[in-house]
């Protein structure tokens, strides 16, 4: 399957959008992280950038006329660790929960202790039952990983670590989803969808703005950008979504941030 750039409608969507983003006083770039920035790994404490994306996005911070906002589940520490970039962005870590502005100021959304302790009896059955390498422990979530393994292992761990959370979510304080290579117990009262919402409030209505996620977890920030902004799809292989648009991220990702790049400097020439 062809994916929409390479369709007349994908680049009639892009041309727009870039001629729009020549003319807007504020620009907002929105990316997630693994699956989007960085391909996936199994072990993804070595989940770096793809090659060529750390510069072009080094390139377009430094220009000044973006806010860029990185928007991950991984905690902000992993992502810290591993951007590598000459100048961090805004990030937001665990879905929403973690936040660091550009400038340096950290903060994290006060948890409740029923909370936390639910999220201490999640970790502690994980670590007596499971790989310990898979589980991931992160502030106001608890994940496993299960890239890698047999598909039947995969299913199966899924659907036992489900049944034994489910007790947990009593209350609707937490919540359970998959993600793209695993599933996640977190707390309740944010999201990607939520992030974008925050992020944009600052905006004035002059404004062009473009979300790009590659997993289920997108989906808030896909519906939430709608009638807003560009909100675009990036996976190698095409699944139903809500974005407006697929794009490949070897190559076809790489070359529209080239353009995002090329499109604000020239903007930036003129003035």
């Known amino acids: 399957m062809k994916s929409l750039l390479q369709n007349l409608s994908g680049e009639a969507l892009l041309d727009e959008f870039f001629e729009e983003l020549s003319r807007k006083r504020e620009r907002f770039l929105l990316l997630d992280y693994d699956g989007t920035l960085a ?3 199994e072990d993804r404490d070595n989940a770096y ?3 060529g994306f750390a510069e072009i996005i080094d390139a377009i911070i430094a220009e000044r006329k973006v806010t860029v906002a990185i928007i991950s589940g991984r905690s902000i520490a992993d992502l810290r660790r591993l951007l590598g970039f000459v100048e961090l962005p805004e990030l937001w870590g665990t879905h929403g929960l973690e936040r660091l502005s550009a400038d340096g100021n950290y903060s994290m959304s006060k ?3 029923e909370v936390e302790a639910r999220l201490s009896t999640a970790l502690d059955d994980l670590c007596n039952s499971f790989d310990t390498r898979r589980i991931e422990q992160k502030p106001g979530s608890v ?3 299960v890239r890698g393994l047999p598909p039947m292992q995969a299913e199966t761990s899924l659907r036992e670590i489900r049944e034994r959370w489910q007790p947990l979510t009593h209350g609707r304080r937490l919540v359970i ?3 793209d290579g695993g599933i996640e117990l977190r707390a309740t009262g944010s999201d990607k969808g939520r992030v974008v919402c925050e992020i944009l409030s600052r905006a004035s209505g002059d404004f062009s703005a473009v979300y790009m996620g590659d ?12 009638n ?9 292989i095409y699944r139903p979504t809500n974005a407006d648009l697929w794009l490949k991220p070897e190559g076809e990702m790489l070359e529209f941030l080239r353009r995002y790049y090329q499109t604000i400097r020239e903007v930036c ?3």
């Open 269 to 271: 020439d003129e003035r």
């Open 39 to 41: 391909p996936f790994r």
């Open 49 to 51: 950038p793809r090659e």
């Open 177 to 179: 989803s998959n993600f």
């Open 111 to 113: 948890l409740d202790p």
């Open 215 to 226: 997993d289920f977890t997108d989906e808030d920030a896909f519906i939430v950008i709608k």
């Open 143 to 145: 994940a496993f990983h």
């Open 228 to 236: 807003k902004g560009l909100s675009v799809l990036v996976r190698e």
